[in-house]
């Protein structure tokens, strides 16, 4: 089995900063992609920052500029920095993890996600 724990979340005020980290653990033979997605009270979880095994990295129009994301493939860790926060940042940060495990000698593909864990900017 494989898995992803967030942590980092809290309290910020507006134009402040928070790191979120999400440290995936198991037999892992391989993380491609890892990302972060956020979900807002009432609304539907969307896409906050990815980023593939390459370093490429995608990003969220709402968050260019003020996030950024990275990895650090020796933990088995993605970094969420985010920067100069809006109330609008608030809601629900989930990890998302897609790899290869393995159990023996035989390799299977993961597609995790974690538990969430909760941002909220706010004075």
């Known amino acids: 089995q494989v898995q992803v724990v967030e942590s980092g979340g809290g309290l910020v005020q507006p134009g402040g900063s928070l790191t979120l980290s999400c440290a995936a653990s198991g037999n892992i033979r391989a993380v491609f992609d890892m990302g972060w997605y956020r979900q807002a009270p009432g609304k539907e979880r969307e896409l906050v920052a990815t980023?593939?095994?390459?370093?490429?990295?995608e990003y969220a129009d709402s968050v260019k500029g003020r996030f950024a994301i990275s990895r650090d493939d020796a933990k088995n860790t993605v970094y969420l920095q985010m920067n100069n926060m809006k109330p609008e940042d608030t809601g629900v940060y989930y990890c998302?993890?897609?790899?290869?495990?393995?159990?023996?000698?035989?390799?299977?593909?993961?597609?995790?996600w974690g538990q969430g864990t909760q941002v909220t900017v706010s004075s």
């Open positions: 980023i593939n095994r390459h370093e490429f990295s």
């Open positions: 998302h993890a897609v790899g290869n495990g393995y159990i023996r000698v035989t390799v299977f593909p993961f597609d995790v």
